[in-house]
């Protein structure tokens, strides 16, 4: 699976901005896909994950309620919309994906994912 990340940008505090991450591969309906960002100088950080079908989410709590991950398994794509932006919200967002299909949970850890896109640079300013 190769992935390509896209829409980052620079945006105001408060704003919103949506990210996509776009899979090869004719299974992209068996691939959980989370979302991780690695801030400056920080290490990288579990953002949110959607598993396979869609029907189960988990978030980071420092994003719970400004941003929401969705997917779109007919054009293998997965997105993350996020408002409210905060300046320390400013890092490179990553996606990535595992196969796995569960609908009890969906994988959050960095070490759980196969594969990885190759980051989108969101910067928000105060």
């Known amino acids: 699976v190769q992935l390509q990340a896209s829409g980052g940008g620079l945006v105001q505090a408060g704003g919103s901005l949506r990210l996509s991450c776009a899979a090869s591969?004719?299974?992209?309906?068996?691939?959980?896909m989370g979302w991780f960002r690695q801030a400056p100088g920080k290490e990288r950080e579990f953002v949110t994950a959607?598993?396979?079908?869609?029907?189960?989410?988990d978030y980071a709590d420092v994003v719970k309620g400004r941003f929401t991950v969705s997917r779109d398994n007919t054009k293998n794509t997965v997105y993350l919309r996020m408002s409210d932006l905060r300046p320390e919200d400013t890092a490179v967002y990553y996606c990535?994906?595992?196969?796995?299909?569960?609908?009890?949970?969906?994988?959050?850890?960095?070490?759980?994912?196969?594969?990885w896109g190759q980051g989108t640079l969101v910067t928000v300013s105060s």
């Open positions: 959607i598993n396979s079908n869609g029907g189960r989410i």
């Open positions: 990535a994906a595992r196969y796995y299909q569960s609908n009890y949970r969906v994988p959050t850890g960095q070490h759980e994912y196969d594969y």
């Open positions: 591969g004719r299974t992209f309906s068996a691939y959980a």
